[in-house]
């Protein structure tokens, strides 16, 4: 059995970058288990106990479609993680590596538009090193919708997938997770619309002859 940690910068990053391939790996016997860095809200505004509560509801929910563990919450700023120290938060990922242990793992592309997703994906890279004794032989970058897509001045190092994972079976859990964050959704022409979302996991799977797929970067792989 593998273990697989998902580090997200908030909840509903799972259900975009990634659902379908949990939903893969927990089909076929995998441990999943979720890291979201900040509640996902506040970043307008003051919010309520009630509002986090409601979203760490949704991720609960979320993770149960998927067959992953009870996510772990951490509570960073939301869209504001560039005001805590990297350290901090390395220093997170890495508690929660020791304690996990995992073999694989998902987080963002260095490229989003989003600054969260930005340093979610540095915290990572650097609480993941590949030292000796290190358990993570893989580590995948997603793509989110509406920050990685709209990175236009990321130049010529922008997202540039090199592994698709056929999500043609699982793109259900996919859709019935993202339908969990409803209220996080757009309406077309909306980059965040479940009419795009599906577009893009047809056009993911249409590149390398998959039904439908989700696509990733490649942090790194070790084989051993």
Not at 106 to 126: E, G, P, R, W
Not at 127 to 152: H, K, N, Q, Y
Not at 155 to 182: C, H, M, S, W
Request: glycine share 8%; aromatic share 8%.
């Amino acid at each position: 059995m593998g273990k697989v940690l998902v580090v997200a910068a908030h909840p509903d990053d799972e259900a975009l970058g990634c659902a379908g391939a949990i939903r893969r790996h927990t089909n076929q016997g995998d441990q999943v288990k979720i890291l979201f860095l900040s509640t996902g809200v506040g970043a307008r505004g003051e919010v309520s106990s009630e509002q986090i509560n409601a979203r760490k509801g949704m991720a609960l929910r979320s993770a149960d479609i998927l067959g992953a563990d009870e996510p772990i919450f951490l509570d960073f700023p939301d869209n504001r993680m560039d005001s805590v120290p990297l350290l901090t938060v390395v220093g997170e990922i890495e508690s929660v590596m020791s304690d996990y242990g995992a073999n694989t793992v998902y987080t963002h592309s260095a490229f989003d538009l989003n600054v969260d997703h930005k340093i979610a994906h540095q915290a990572v890279m650097t609480a993941c090193r590949p030292i000796p004794g290190s358990t993570v032989m893989t580590i995948l970058c997603f793509e989110i919708v509406s920050s990685t897509d709209w990175a236009f001045n990321a130049g010529p190092q922008n997202f540039r997938p090199v592994q698709f994972v056929d999500i043609t079976e699982t793109i259900d859990a996919k859709f019935a997770a993202l339908e969990v964050y409803r209220s996080e959704m757009r309406d077309p022409p909306h980059a965040r619309s479940l009419d795009n979302i599906r577009a893009l996991a047809l056009n993911r799977g249409a590149t390398v002859g998959f039904e439908s797929a989700e696509a990733f970067e490649i942090g790194y792989v070790r084989i051993g």
